[in-house]
């Protein structure tokens, strides 16, 4: 053969061995690996329950609470807590009456206490219910605009604390005594915002005439609102009430007697040891109201004699 015929061929087989060379560098791309997902996903095979476990759906978190309890008159916080919510809306409904109270951010119910928001980072809507009162107790459900539709429940439960003076419902004091005087508020579960007090119609005034007004927290659900009235005086007499925010009042009628009578008695209705008297005049009475009356008088006899006797 001629030499051009051979370098012909040489430079022939020199490309063939190139391109062999590079095919085997090249990665072998199967359609399996170009597809996103396997080949039988579209079948509903094995592949279509791995892309399920992978991408799961809307799922209410085990940690969402199925029961909140709130004080009457305080706020009321109802959490649902949705994974992978995407796209879809979440409600609330009210079970008694099938109300929708929300949807997403916007309240479908008149009554203003009722709104909702979401927190992205513990992915998390919560109805809340402000200033709750009584008939607001019950279960909500949470529902999330799936096919078909999911739901979680919450129950709500109000608990009313007790409101209550220390003692008895009528305190009987001597003129130029200090009086402290106890608003007992029990099975709180929050201290109230203030605690107002109220002599006769008028209110009381921490620092007025010396008056003095505290409130302290005795236990995790108990407190105690204190009115102390330095030096009473008859026009201190009258119905003194305590009313905490939000809960009922209670009331307590003070009595100042004039004159050397007793320091302090209560009416109550419980029997008491026998009454005591003496020159100083001391007599501790806890029977009905016909048997205060009648030691007040008893009193009042046994101390005149006393001046008589004296002089």
Known sequence: MRPKVWSKLVLVLLLVLL?????????????????PFPRAFGAGGAGARDKRRAFPGPHFHPTSPTNVTAQLGA???LPCR????????VSWIRNR????????RYTFIADERFNAWYEASTQTWTLQVRFVQLRDAGKYECQVSTEPKMSHFVQLSVIT???SIAGESDVYVNSGSTVTIKCVITDALEEPN?????????????????????????????????LTIPMVSLKDSGNYTCAPASLNPASVMLHVLSGEHPAAMQ????TAPPA????????????????????????????????????
């Open 161 to 163: 604390p007790q409101v």
């Open 82 to 89: 949705i994974k992978n919510l995407g796209n879809k809306s």
């Open 267 to 270: 009416r109550g209705t419980n």
């Open 19 to 35: 391109v062999t060379a590079t095919n085997a560098r090249a990665p072998v791309i199967t359609v399996e690996e170009e597809l």
């Open 75 to 77: 706020h009321a916080f």
């Open 276 to 311: 005591t008297v003496s020159n100083n005049a001391t007599v501790s009475c806890r029977a009905s109201a016909s048997v205060i009356f009648a030691c007040v008088l008893l009193l009042r006899s046994v101390t005149s004699w006393f001046k008589r006797i004296s002089s």
């Open 97 to 104: 009456d099938s109300h929708i109270l929300t949807v997403d």
């Open 194 to 226: 203030y605690i107002f007090w109220y002599h006769d119609e008028r209110r009381v005034i921490s620092g007025h005439t010396g008056r003095l007004l505290t409130v302290s927290r005795v236990h995790p659900d108990t407190s105690i609102g204190s």
